[in-house]
Structure formats: C-alpha cells, structure tokens
C-alpha cells in the first residue's frame, strides 16, 4: 500500500578526516537519498527565499475573507459558525500561491497555509503573508509544517508559560538544511503523490460517510413521520412504527458514570472511559487511554449491549457502543450509560438511531436549553425514538435487527476506510522524516 515513487538509497555519512568544523556547521544529510542526489544539504537562513507581502484592504472588500487555520484556509463564516468578526476595517491579502499562518499559538505548532482558492483573499491583518521564490513551494509547506527540525525550531520560539510567537523577521532568520533546488522537487513530488493518495482516500471515506446519512435519513421515520420512506421486503404490511420513550425499553434507569480524576495508564487498575476517548464516529480512541484509582465494582464496568451518552459540554449527545475488542472499560461522570432490554430494543438498532439527523436534532432542542450545553438522565429517558411495530408472526426486532445490519456494514466498511488513512499517514509521516533531515544529522 502506498504511492509509487523511485527507490531512495541509505546515505552514507562517512566523511574523510580533516574535514569538521565548516562541514558540521553547513551541511546536513538525511537518512535517505534519491540515488541521483549525493550531495549533502547546506544550513542557510530563510530569508532570502521568502518575499513579504503587507497589501492591506478595508471594510466593505469584495475579497473573499478567510481564516487561517489548523485545518487550511476557512472562509470566516465557516470557521465561526455562521458569524462574520468584526475587526477595525482593515484585513491582509494573500495572492494566489502565497503563504500564510498565524503568528502565536497556545503551543508551538503552526500551520502554514497556500492560498489555493484560484483568488485573492482577505485575512486578518495580524497575519504574515509570504510568498516563495528560488525554493519549490510544496517542499517549502511540507518543511514548515512536518519536518522535526521545524518544530524543534518553534520550541526554541516559547517564552516561559506564554504563548509561543514566531514573527515573520524570526522565520526568515531560522537556518535549515536545504538540498538544491531540483533535489527539493524530486522529494515534493513524491509526497505529493502520496498526499494525492491519502485525499483519494479520504474522498471515498465522505462518499461512504454521505451514503450512510443517506440510509440514516431513509431507514428511519423524519420527525411526524410514521414510517420511514425505505422498508425491506416483508415488513411493508406490518404497519406504522410506534414512537416511544427510550426509557420504556431499557433494563433500568440511565446511570451516571464514576466522579474521579484520571490518572497515569496502570495495567493493575481499570481503564478509564471519558468523553475525550471517545470519536466523532462513535469509535474508541486507543491513544492517550488512562486509568481511574478507585476499587470499581462490578456495576461500574460496561458490558456487551451497554451505550454510553456524553451528558455535558461540546460532545453532549456523542456516543459509544461497548465493545469487548476494546478491553474493560469503568466510564467517568460525564458520561450516562444505557442498558437496552434486548426483548424490547436491539442495542446496535439503538446505536445507529443515535447518528440519525433527527437524534441531532433533539440533542441540539434540549442542550440547548440552559446556561451550559447538557442532557442529563431524566431527559435521555424522555428521548422518543421511532421502532417497528410488534405484530403476531413477526417481531418488532426483527426489523430492527435488518436495519442495523444494513448500518452497521456501512460502519464497518467507514472503519475500514479511516484505518486504511490512518496507515498511509503514517507512511507518509516516515517517509517524510527519513528525507528531512533533523537537526543532530550532521555529517562528520
């Protein structure tokens, strides 16, 4: 799996003897090499490559305005949720294959952005603009915003607990190792070509993603709706589907989850559930996972069948659908679990109702309501949630079950799709690493 591109070669760092203190000074190797390249880089300053640029315009510019952020270039609408800022009359422009980043971070990573909207853009006018000449500009963005030896610089930019700041006169004063000009295409192109990949990838991953909301849509009744528009075969003569609280088809009332801190991952202590561990698409976040110190009892821990709902914050209404292959899990206070009667509602048929549009919906009505986002026990169990009827011959779980069998090969399939994104990220992130050199790979 991977993108194509020519067979790069171990460099040999071996150097004669005498040659030291001018050499470990300017040129830099990295671990690998195209074989038609041997020459090793040289450490030059930034500055003479980059050209600033400060046109301002004002309110009222008919230039698109944007945001630059860690994401890519947003339009502002967008980036602040519908709403334009308000600033004092005057924004950046950016031309069209210019740079531009935001110059203080609450950490030390910054993103670098090219203006590839085809137009002129206005952004804040906080921001420096930049363009490129005598450098390749892809090796340039990829340099910025992935080499380590970029971030070791940014590191070296933060002053005690503050923010880090990296102005542009501070940018164009770091000296990188930089390989020759047609050296820095020939390594462009071949991340590009993996770049180029991971988006066909991630393109298929919306594809699947948009025909999933499709069926979400279709498989289950809109708001005032008694049927949903698609019904599989043999089930179009059993009738309306009934609308009921989802309190009347669980085992027992929703709980709260443990109210302690996390602590340090500890193999000899339970594992801990939050609200952060778990993803936009439901999924169990592996990385980062920590541990609770408290003796849990076996009530605290999730079983086969059990849902969590976040109750609180940002990721109120998000949820999760216990899964064994994810270890034993005791789950935090910010969380409610759910234990569906499985004579009364199909857990995974629950679960996949949870991602419908008109779950959101509710989700968005009732957080909504007070000072701080949040949904809590009593009002899960209010939550109505569309199922099929039960009938003589035929059970409402059978039609469960074939809705969530549709939906649930969908999910496996998206699970799939990031895995395999996941992986040619990480192959690019290796290859990348291997070709820019870090700051300690000095010859000699």
Not at 165 to 185: D, G, H, I, V
Not at 248 to 272: K, M, Q, S
Not at 324 to 344: M, N, S
Request: some cysteine.
């Amino acid at each position: 799996m991977g993108a194509k591109f020519p067979a790069l070669e171990p460099m040999n760092n071996e150097l004669g003897s005498g040659a030291m203190s001018q050499v470990q000074e300017e040129r830099v190797s990295a671990k690998l090499k195209f074989p038609e390249f041997d020459g090793a880089w040289k450490r030059q300053a930034l500055g003479p490559f980059l050209i600033q640029h400060a046109e301002r315009v004002f309110s009222g510019t008919e230039l698109p305005i944007y945001t630059s952020s860690r994401e890519g270039l947003l339009p502002q609408d967008k980036y602040y949720g519908g709403n334009r800022v308000q600033n004092d009359g005057e924004y950046g422009v950016v031309p069209k294959g210019y740079f531009v980043y935001r110059h203080m971070s609450d950490d030390t990573t910054f993103k670098f952005n090219i203006n590839n909207t085809g137009s002129e853009i206005a952004v804040s006018k906080e921001y420096p603009v930049f363009g490129v000449s005598g450098m390749n500009v892809d090796f340039l963005r990829l340099l910025l915003n992935e080499s380590n030896s970029f971030k070791q610089f940014a590191e070296m930019q933060r002053k005690g607990g503050t923010r880090t700041r990296l102005y542009f006169k501070t940018l164009c004063s770091w000296r990188p190792a930089l390989p020759s000009l047609p050296e820095q295409n020939r390594i462009a192109d071949c991340l590009l070509s993996i770049e180029a990949e991971i988006d066909l990838e991630i393109e298929k991953l919306r594809t699947l993603k948009r025909h999933r909301l499709g069926l979400l849509r279709e498989l289950f009744p809109r708001e005032g709706d008694e049927t949903p528009k698609m019904r599989f075969g043999g089930f179009h003569k059993m009738g309306n589907w009934k609308t009921k609280r989802l309190g009347e088809l669980l085992l027992e009332r929703p709980d709260y989850g443990i109210n302690a801190p996390a602590v340090e991952f500890d193999e000899h202590l339970p594992t801990f559930l939050r609200i952060t561990d778990i993803s936009d698409d439901g999924e169990f976040i592996a990385a980062g996972k920590v541990s609770v110190g408290v003796d849990a009892e076996e009530k605290d821990y999730l079983r086969d069948g059990e849902i969590v709902l976040a109750r609180t914050g940002a990721s109120v209404g998000k949820s999760y659908v216990y899964n064994t292959d994810d270890g034993e899990f005791v789950f935090a206070g910010y969380l409610i679990r759910i234990k569906p009667d499985p004579e009364k509602l199909d857990f995974r048929f629950a679960a996949q109702f949870l991602r419908t549009p008109r779950y959101w919906d509710w989700v968005a009505e009732v957080s909504g309501r007070g000072a701080q986002p949040g949904i809590n026990s009593s009002q899960y169990a209010d939550l109505l949630i569309p199922v099929p009827p039960q009938l003589d011959g035929a059970s409402s779980l059978d039609e469960q079950r074939r809705v969530a069998d549709c939906l649930s090969a969908i999910g496996r399939q998206i699970s799939l799709q990031s895995e395999k994104i996941t992986f040619l990220k990480k192959h690019k992130k290796g290859i990348l690493q291997n070709l820019f050199p870090s700051v300690d790979e000095v010859r000699g």
